[in-house]
């Protein structure tokens, strides 16, 4: 992988976000940022802990989905505040996804505000992510396909960005939003994923407080280095064009997908990561001959 320096900024303004970054989709991390809410200081897992400690939340891990489940199928369930002591006081890959604030913490939405910088949230679904130390999530981009501001909050977290185009390199799997399962992007194997070794990105490690702007589409791999969660808000699709790629990918591709699954189970798991791994094949081949004519 070729990752480069993300642009990192202290504070920034609407024009300059909009000029520089959100025009040109083009992410960027601005530290602290979190720090300008009045009720920062409530942004921790002990707060969480007591507002939300007797739900009862579904867990993910990092091991594959099982073929013969629906994918977003948890791994087990857990009460709130057992899964916040797991996490403090011991390893875990345990990971809540999409927990989201509006239908199971609304007194949360009274701790944060919007940042004013210039473009439309869809206010319906800010949400919550959480991770133990070891979790990761599998390389994927957004189905919604809107961009997003993502603040992270207690431990510290790694993220891989790669701008849409790089899909090809990244081991794309057909109707679906992720790559193959068993690219190891911490320790990355060019033998077996030769492609993986042409793919430009970033690399972000981000801490308590600080915001990432994540353009719509982008592919993002990401890593708790320590426990901690996160939340992110969304943005509605900008343009017509990309309105009508999201309905694409959430009522025929995605819905495609889950009829194939449930009809071929393992089978049609194969058969994907197989088509992946020969695009991709395809593709460098490509770049091979352009690099090398």
């Known amino acids: ?70 994918t977003d199928e948890p791994a087990t369930h857990m009460k709130m505040r057992d899964y916040i002591r797991l996490i403090k006081t011991q390893s875990s890959d345990l990971r809540i996804f999409f927990y989201i604030i509006t239908d199971k913490l609304p007194e949360l939405l009274k701790n944060f505000s919007y940042p004013d910088l210039g473009f439309k949230y869809f206010k319906r679904i800010p949400t919550l992510f959480f991770g133990g130390n070891e979790a990761r999530v599998l390389m ?12 992270q909050f207690e431990g510290k977290k790694r993220v891989l960005l790669f701008p849409p185009e790089e899909a090809a390199f990244l081991y794309k799997v057909p109707l679906a939003v992720h790559t193959i399962y068993n690219v190891d992007y911490e320790r990355p194997d060019y033998t077996q994923f030769p492609a993986l070794r ?29 426990a901690g969660f996160s939340i992110t ?45 020969e695009r991709s094949q395809k593709a460098l081949n490509v770049y091979l001959k352009q690099s090398n004519p």
């Open 1 to 70: 992988m070729i990752l480069s320096e993300i642009d990192i900024v202290d504070d920034i303004s609407k024009e300059v976000f909009l000029e520089k970054y959100f025009k040109p989709q083009k992410p960027v991390l601005i530290k602290g940022f979190a720090k300008k809410w009045e009720a920062y200081d409530k942004w921790n897992l002990d707060y969480i802990y007591e507002q939300a400690g007797e739900q009862v939340v579904g867990l993910y891990d990092n091991k594959p989905a099982d073929p013969n489940k629906a």
């Open 140 to 151: 994927h981009y957004d189905v919604d396909l809107g961009d997003l501001l993502h603040f």
């Open 198 to 226: 042409y793919a430009k990105g970033y690399e972000i490690f981000m801490e308590h407080g600080d915001a990432l702007f994540m353009p719509s589409g982008y592919w993002h791999f990401n890593r708790y280095l320590e």
């Open 233 to 277: 808000l969304r943005s509605f699709p900008s343009s017509p064009q990309r309105l009508l790629k999201m309905l694409n990918e959430v009522f025929f591709i995605r819905y495609t997908d889950k009829f194939m699954r449930k009809l071929f189970k393992q089978k049609w798991v194969d058969y994907k990561q197989r088509k992946a791994f």
